[in-house]
T-cell receptor
Framework: LAKTTQPISMDSYEGQEVNITCSHN???????ITWYQQFPSQGPRFIIQ???TKVTNEVASLFIPADRKSSTLSLPRVSLSDTAVYYC?????????????FGTGTRLQVFP | DSGVTQTPKHLITATGQRVTLRCSPR?????VYWYQQSLDQGLQFLIQ???????AKGNILERFSAQQFPDLHSELNLSSLELGDSALYFC?????????????FGPGTRLTVL
């Protein structure tokens, strides 16, 4: 059973860089890693996806080491509006139902 | 706005009743997913449909059923409702059927069972 483990919560201050790590020891060869952001009472929103090494887009970076057993979402210079729950999701292109596990996510609180 | 619509936004009903939640995917998306999120809990995957056919199944109770219609909208039917079924129900859609597809989530339906 593919499973991800994340810290339950993290605190930060505005302007700081935040790194949230997700552990996925049983990741399979075909699996990709995707991160979503969820604000209270809203549906999750896609942030970034990667397979290996580093991926960067306009909102975040994703670092994946060579063994791919973990990944780190990096949010540069967070603001109050980045306060949300962040989910790490492991999935393969052809699906196994046990891959669609969002878990409880990491609750990030950004303080002024 | 993700482009995914869900109705109704709120639903209050009594135990033992049956309700239907509706989801319209983004234009062009063929997959629809249903998730349940209880208070302070993570997202629980229920079921996925791709182009009208069931594609993947999660921890969906036998009292729950879903379908995707030819116009690609989907309905989630919840019957013999229990207090524990109170939750936010999200629908998501994606273009393809694979686990790497970006899912676009709707605003959710908040179900309260009294």
């Amino acid at each position: 059973l593919a499973k991800t483990t994340q810290p339950i919560s993290m605190d930060s201050y505005e302007g700081q860089e935040v790194n949230i790590t997700c552990s996925h020891n049983n990741i399979a060869t075909n699996d990709y890693i995707t991160w979503y952001q969820q604000f209270p009472s809203q549906g999750p929103r896609f942030i970034i996806q990667g397979y290996k090494t580093k991926v960067t887009n306009e909102v975040a970076s994703l670092f994946i080491p060579a063994d791919r057993k973990s990944s780190t979402l990096s949010l540069p210079r967070v603001s109050l509006s980045d306060t949300a729950v962040y989910y790490c999701l492991v999935g393969d292109p052809y699906y196994n139902t046990d891959k669609l596990i969002f878990g409880t996510g990491t609750r990030l609180q950004v303080f002024p | 706005d993700s482009g995914v619509t869900q109705t109704p936004k709120h639903l209050i009903t009594a135990t033992g009743q049956r309700v239907t939640l509706r989801c319209s995917p983004r234009s062009g998306d063929l997959s629809v997913y249903w998730y349940q999120q209880s208070l302070d809990q993570g997202l629980q995957f229920l079921i996925q449909y791709y182009n009208g056919e069931e594609r993947a199944k999660g921890n969906i109770l036998e009292r729950f059923s879903a379908q995707q219609f030819p116009d690609l909208h989907s309905e989630l039917n919840l019957s013999s409702l229990e207090l524990g079924d109170s939750a936010l129900y999200f629908c998501a859609s994606s273009m393809g059927e694979g686990g790497t597809d970006t899912q676009y989530f709707g605003p959710g339906t908040r179900l309260t069972v009294l």
